[in-house]
Antibody, heavy 118, light 107 residues
Framework: EVQLVESGGGVVRPGGSLRLSCAASGFTFDDYAMSWVRQAPGKGLEWVSSINWNSYTTTYADSVKGRFTISRDNARNSLYLQMNSLRVDDTAFYLC???????????WGQGNLVTVSA | DIQMTQSPSSLSASVGDRVTITCRASQNINNFLNWYQQKPGKAPKLLISAASSLQSGVPSRFSGGGSGTDFTLTISGLQPEDFATYSCQQSSSPPITFGPGTKVDIK
């Protein structure tokens, strides 16, 4: 079964850091680009960042550029998101997603809640 | 950035109804448009890619159409399991952007 499972969410103060992980199983991980998408409670989906199969290319939404870093470890079938200088408006469920060549997302994790609050 | 809008933002419908949701892009995206279904507390599910290509396993009552800036998602014969939020997403040019979603609930 193709599966993505996120971990690492929690509560952090503004200006703090958090690292999210996404464990992939059931498919050849390094065949795919991967992405992080977030969803504030009760709001729509917002693309955050993507990384290609060999980590050569990474892209970020303007809202997180310079603060977040996406990475992957193909040997461990894992995707990561290092989040620094967190702000209150970063509060959201963070979902990892498998990206198809047409930039659609065909497999998603359940999401991990990140709450930034003083 | 390409802005995506959807209408309506919510609708109430009955089982068996035909429902159409509209998605509009702020500029021409050809057919680089995908549709997702999301139920409360669950991950999104890819229904349709490239505006009209149904994903494997998705019931044929779902259909997508349009090109350029205007797109539709139609559910022909709404089923109880179809009550959910539907979102469009453009994959024409970065950054990837999503519509705000249309919530379909029971009348």
């Amino acid at each position: 079964e193709v599966q993505l499972v996120e971990s690492g969410g929690g509560v952090v103060r503004p200006g703090g850091s958090l690292r999210l992980s996404c464990a992939a199983s059931g498919f050849t991980f390094d065949d795919y680009a991967m992405s992080w998408v977030r969803q504030a409670p009760g709001k729509g989906l917002e693309w955050v960042s993507s990384i290609n199969w060999n980590s050569y290319t990474t892209t970020y939404a303007d809202s997180v550029k310079g603060r977040f870093t996406i990475s992957r470890d193909n040997a461990r079938n894992s995707l990561y998101l290092q989040m620094n200088s967190l702000r209150v408006d970063d509060t959201a469920f963070y979902l990892c997603a498998r990206e198809l060549p047409n930039w659609s997302f065909d497999t998603w994790g359940q999401g991990n809640l990140v709450t930034v609050s003083a | 950035d390409i802005q995506m809008t959807q209408s309506p933002s919510s609708l109430s419908a009955s089982v068996g109804d035909r429902v159409t949701i509209t998605c509009r892009a702020s500029q021409n995206i050809n057919n680089f448009l995908n549709w997702y279904q999301q139920k409360p507390g669950k991950a999104p599910k890819l229904l349709i890619s490239a505006a009209s290509s149904l994903q494997s396993g998705v019931p044929s009552r779902f259909s997508g159409g349009g090109s350029g800036t205007d797109f539709t998602l139609t559910i022909s014969g709404l089923q109880p399991e179809d009550f959910a939020t539907y979102s469009c997403q453009q994959s024409s040019s970065p950054p990837i952007t999503f519509g705000p979603g249309t919530k379909v609930d029971i009348k």
